[in-house]
């Protein structure tokens, strides 16, 4: 697609139940990141892909978090047994990352707002 | 570990005037890219401008250029000619540029910036 698309834009979700959040970068984008934002406050990241593989996980708060990104394209965030403290906004982007043509610019989707009650 | 900081959490300008928002960063670094992302009331966050850390020379984009002191680790936006529309959160945000392949990317806490007309 043209932009950067996320899945559910919304989604509210009782304690303890898991929750998946989709992205889809932009086609050809080689790296693709999460991050999490909480009301009013700055993105914090959570983990980076290049290609299928994860270098950098450093981010992900707990066991509960995982993610995963198949043919170089669709991630997937979920978070197990949801918390109140997991809502918050996940923004995710993608960036074209092959050495010359880096930019080190992202393209960031809208985000999925969670809601844990 | 990079940090960013932004130490103006709100700030406001008359609508035509011109506006200067600080950001300071701490890396051990010599290779990195610095950012201005800027997040409308849609969430979705979008570039502003960029600056490559080896460039002395400040970047400017239409109404919007920066202030880079590479010695004293400041980057500093300047908005000319301020515009209704540019009433958003601005981010500042640090990226590493390690063997070809650009790493996460690290934001400071925000500046809420409001247009007045």
């Known amino acids: 697609g043209a932009g950067v698309s996320q899945s559910p834009s919304n989604k509210v979700t009782e304690k303890g139940k898991d929750v998946e959040l989709r992205c889809d970068p932009i086609s050809g984008h080689t790296a693709l990141y999460w991050y999490r934002q909480r009301l009013g406050q700055g993105l914090e990241f959570l983990i980076y892909f290049q290609g299928n593989s994860a270098p950098d996980k450093s981010g992900l708060p707990s066991d509960r978090f995982s993610a995963e990104r198949t043919g170089e394209s669709v991630s997937t965030l979920t978070i197990q047994r949801t918390q109140q403290e997991d809502s918050a906004v996940y923004l995710c982007a993608s960036s074209l990352n092959r050495g010359s043509l880096n930019t080190g610019e992202l393209f960031f989707g809208e985000g999925s707002r969670l809601t844990v009650l | 570990a990079q940090t960013v900081t932004q130490s103006q959490p709100e700030m406001s300008v008359q609508e035509a005037e011109t506006v200067t928002l600080s950001c300071t960063y701490d890396?051990?670094?010599?290779?990195?890219?610095l950012f201005w992302y800027k997040q409308p009331p849609s969430r979705q966050m979008i570039l502003v401008i960029r600056q490559e850390a080896y460039k002395q020379q400040n970047a400017t984009e239409n109404r919007f250029s920066v202030n880079f002191q590479k010695a004293a680790k400041s980057f500093s936006l300047k908005i000319s000619d301020s515009q209704l529309g540019d009433t958003a959160m601005y981010f500042c945000?640090?990226?590493?540029?390690?063997?070809?392949?650009?790493?996460?990317?690290?934001f400071g806490s925000g500046t809420q910036l409001t247009v007045l007309p």
């Open positions: 890396t051990s670094e010599s290779n990195y890219y």
């Open positions: 945000a640090f990226m590493t540029h390690v063997g070809g392949s650009a790493r996460q990317l690290t």
